[in-house]
């Protein structure tokens, strides 16, 4: 009896692993019809109409997941959705709720009341962008005897001389191009919401100088690569012969071959 079911057993492992094979051969055979007679014009997929639906799936899943705490009433027992913990290193800006005058008085004796304590709520704000100008202001100072010596304050390099923009704006642009891929024309819009007019090609020639001004850092970032064996990337390159999942990348400067293997 017990080698009846220790062969049943093996048999049922090999009826579920030669269904999973079918299943990968079934989802491969369909892939490769779909690229074979689907239709070339980009039509809409049922299966991407939900892409951008990312706030109502994630608001559902957070449903379905999160962990309630439990407090327990004397009749029946009440759920309790946890809160979101606020940063305490966030600056905090305290509200004044408060009685009027005339209720200071406790009704019954007459006796003015003593605060005891509060009830305290926090919020998270935020502050839109604000922009402010730094004017640069150079003494100029001269003799007033002779009046042949006149000698002007220096002023710090500037990251674009004789320009408008600071250092500080420049990171901002940058930033939203090229962490948070916000083209330049949308963040002219932003910038007119806030009354400043500010012209897309200076924004583009900003950004241009800005790329010289980081070359340093950027050489000596290819240079720190250049050291490593295995570069973990996603990038063309040439196929290595035999090795389909790796690729070489090779730097014109050192003429050194580098292994890539793109993820």
């Not at 019954?108 to 509060?118: K, Q, T, V, W, Y």
């Not at 500037?158 to 090229?178: D, P, W």
């Not at 390159?237 to 070489?248: A, F, M, N, V, Y």
Request: with cysteine.
């Amino acid at each position: 009896m017990a080698k009846l079911q220790k062969e049943n057993l093996i048999l049922r492992e090999k009826i579920a692993q030669k269904d999973s094979y079918v299943q990968i051969l079934e989802e491969r055979l369909r892939l490769m019809l779909v690229k074979t007679f689907a239709p070339s014009s980009e039509k809409v997929s049922p299966d991407q109409r939900g892409l951008f639906n990312e706030a109502e799936d994630e608001v559902a899943q957070c449903l379905e997941t999160e962990d309630t705490e439990t407090t327990v009433v004397a009749s029946h027992q009440r759920s309790k959705k946890p809160r979101v913990s606020i940063p305490d290193e966030l600056t905090r800006e305290d509200i004044i709720h408060d009685i009027p005058e005339a209720d200071k008085v406790c009704p019954h004796d007459g006796h003015a009341l003593e605060m005891i304590g509060s009830d305290d709520h926090e919020q998270l704000d935020i502050i839109p962008a604000q922009i402010n100008v730094l004017r640069h202001r150079r003494f100029k100072y001269d003799c007033p005897y002779c009046d042949q010596h006149i000698v002007t304050a220096s002023k710090p390099n500037q990251a674009i001389e004789k320009s408008i923009a600071n250092a500080g704006l420049l990171a901002f642009v940058a930033t939203q191009k090229y962490c948070d891929a916000l083209p330049l024309y949308r963040q002219t819009d932003m910038f007119k919401r806030i009354s400043i007019e500010l012209n897309r090609t200076n924004l583009a020639n900003w950004m241009i100088k800005v790329g010289k001004l980081v070359e340093p850092l950027l050489e000596y970032y290819i240079a720190h690569l250049q050291q490593q064996h295995v570069l973990h990337m996603d990038d063309l390159g040439t196929p290595l012969r035999g090795r389909p999942h790796c690729k070489c990348w090779t730097s014109p400067e050192s003429r050194r071959k580098v292994k890539v293997i793109c993820g």
